[in-house]
T-cell receptor, first 114, second 114 residues
């Protein structure tokens, strides 16, 4: 089975541009999670969906960040008007069942904002 | 809010020995899950082992085992017969029963010397 797929693996944007990151969960998994990893803050939770419904977005910056899960096979994280401090590795994870299962991580998208 | 603390920034041990990594956590949840993940040099985050808070027995998985001391809010990871390829950053993590978002510790960098 393929693991969690994230595209692109690397993205370079200019300050003020938009960045869209894609995640394809493991087939059959009903939850998708987004995390961000930086040297300073470590691994931080951003948001998650269960059965395509947004459940918790408490980690999302209130402005410029949004996430969607339009169907069970993919989720997107969009960052508008990117800033240098958005530079990080954005990680997607998926899990199969509610409350009983661990999360399986994708390889991440390394975003660099110049 | 949950908090996970790993005080060991880095550990270096000889190959084929046993190493223990420490982790303490804080939560108000009565039921919760504790995890250890490993991040390889390539950036891949791999699930290693999990402890459910209601289980008294320490979890084991291959050459990984846990030392779960609930009264001390402690969950140590023990790796026996270490191999060079065990060199990585190890993250302790937790989540509550009702909310699936994971809170990570800062990580411990493990180096296995030949």
């Amino acid at each position: 089975n393929a693991g969690v797929i994230q595209t692109p693996r690397h993205k370079v944007t200019g300050k003020g541009q938009e960045a869209t990151l894609w995640c394809e969960p493991i087939s059959g998994h009903s939850a998708v999670f987004w995390y961000r990893q930086t040297i300073v803050q470590g691994l931080e939770f951003l948001t998650y969906f269960r059965n395509q419904a947004p459940i918790d977005d408490s980690g999302m910056p209130k402005e410029r960040f949004s996430a969607q899960m339009p169907n069970q096979s993919h989720s997107t994280l969009k960052i508008q008007s990117t800033q240098p401090q958005d530079s990080a590795v954005y990680l997607c994870a998926s899990s199969p069942r509610q409350n009983q299962d661990t999360q399986y991580f994708g390889p991440g998208t390394r975003l660099l904002v110049l | 809010a949950q908090k996970v603390t790993q005080t060991q920034t880095s550990i270096s041990v000889m190959e084929k020995t046993t190493v223990t990594m420490d982790c303490v956590y804080e939560t108000r949840d009565s039921s919760y899950f504790l995890f250890w993940y490993k991040q390889t040099a390539s950036g891949e985050i791999v699930f290693l082992i999990r402890q459910d808070s209601y289980k008294k027995e320490n979890a084991t998985e291959g050459h990984y085992s846990l030392n779960f001391q609930k009264p001390k809010s402690s969950i140590g990871l023990i790796i026996t017969a270490t191999q060079i390829e065990d060199s990585a950053v190890y993250f302790c993590a937790m989540r509550g029963y009702g909310n699936e978002k994971i809170t990570f510790g800062a990580g411990t960098k493990l180096t296995i010397k030949p």
